[in-house]
C-alpha cells in the first residue's frame, strides 16, 4: 500500500497549487429549505431495515446528521459528530476511540458492538470487528452526505456486531462538476490538505478525493504518576503526533456502482499504555484499511427490486512499544485481515401496504493472522485462522392503518 500513500501526496501536491475553494455547475435545493412535513418523508437507509425509509416509518429510533449541520456546527470528525447525538457518546485514550451507546462505554472495547456502514458496506474490520471515529475512519468527513444513526439492536439485518446499534455512513450525492481543494490549519501544529474532484460523464457520476492530515499533538504532556527525574518528570515530550492519508473513489449510474476506500493513520503514544517505556516517541500503532466493492441494483420487475455486490476488505495493524531494558526491548504486534464477500438481496413492493425483504451474505476471511514478537525475534503469538461467515434474513413491514406500521425480521 506505499504506492497508494505515494500516489495520495502527489495527487495533493499537485492540486493543492489551487485555491481554496470549489467551482461547481448550478446546484439544487438545499435540505434545510424543506418543510418539516417535507423532511419527516425524507427516504433513508435504515439499518432497522435495510432499504429505504421515510422518518415516518422507521422500526427504531433514528438520528440523521446532515451534511450542512456537519458543516454548521464545524465538526471535524467523526467523533465530534457521535458526542453531539442524543444516547450517544465517545471517549479517547490518545491512541484509540471508544463509543458508548445509551450509557454503555466500555475502556478497551474497539467498538465491537455497533455495526458501522458506508453506503451499505460493512466497514468494521474483520480481525477484531473495531472502527475508528477520528482520522482512522475510513472516510472524510467532507464527503459525506448523512449519517444515520440507529439505536437498537439490528442483528437481525446486520448480524450479531449489531448489539447497540447501527451507524449508516451516505457519502455524498452527486449531481453536478466539482472541484475542490481545502487547507486547513489549527493547534498543535494540526494541517489537513483535502483534494476533490467530481463530475457527470455520459451516465456515470463519478467523485474522487484524497487527503492528508498532519498533527503533532500536545507536545508537552503531564502525568502525575511519573513525576520523577527518572521519567522526565512526567512529562511526555513529542510523542502524542498523528498522521493519516485517506483516498476515495466512487462511480455509479443506473445499476452499477464501484466503490473504492484507504486510510492510513499512525499515532504516537504518550501515556506509556501496557507498562512501557515513559516518554519514548517511537512507542505507536499504525491502522490501515482498505475497501473495494462493485453492486448491481436492478428491478426485475416493478416494484421488485434485486441487488448484488461483490466486495474486498483488507485491515491492517501494526503496534510498536518499547519498554526499558538494556539495550532496548521492543514488542511488535501485528495482525492482517483479509477477506472477500457476497451479498445479495430481493425488495418486494408489489403489494400497496407491504414491504417484503429477504436477504443473504456471505464472507471468506481468507486470512487472519496475529502476531507478537519480542526483539530480537521471540514470537509469543503467530497464528493465522482463515475462517468463513454467513447469514440469510426477512424482514416483513405491513402498512396496517394510516398511521400504524408492523415490522417483524429475523
Known sequence: MQLLKLSTIFLLTVLALFPSHSFSDEGQGEIGDLSLEELLNVEIVTGASKYQQSLRKVPASVTVVTRQEIQRLGFRNLMDVVRSVRGFSAMYDRNYEYLGVRGYIANGNYNTNVVVMVDGHRANESVYDSFGLLENFVVDLDDIERIEFIRGPASSVYGNNALFGVINVVTREISKNQFESKTDYGSFDRFKQKVAYQGLLGDWKFRISASYFDSDGDKDLYYKEFDDPDTNDGRAENADYERATKSFVRAKNKNWEFEFLF?????????????????????????????????????????????????????????????????????????????????????????????????????????????NQDNPGTFNLDVNKPRSSWGVYLNDEVSVFEKWVFNIGG
Open 263 to 371: 486510510v492510513n493513520r499512525a499515532k504516537g503514544i504518550p501515556t506509556a499504555s501496557y507498562e512501557t517505556r515513559f516518554n519514548d516517541e517511537r512507542t505507536s500503532t499504525v491502522d490501515e484499511k482498505t475497501t473495494a466493492f462493485l453492486r448491481y441494483n436492478n428491478d426485475i420487475v416493478k416494484d421488485l427490486n434485486f441487488s448484488a455486490k461483490l466486495s474486498w476488505d483488507e485491515a491492517k495493524y501494526d503496534g510498536i512499544y518499547v519498554y526499558d531494558d538494556d539495550p532496548d526491548y521492543i514488542n511488535i504486534d501485528r495482525s492482517l485481515g483479509e477477506s472477500a464477500g457476497l451479498e445479495v438481496s430481493l425488495v418486494s413492493r408489489q403489494l400497496s401496504n407491504q414491504i417484503l425483504s429477504f436477504g443473504g451474505e456471505y464472507f471468506d476471511h481468507y486470512h487472519m493472522s496475529q502476531s
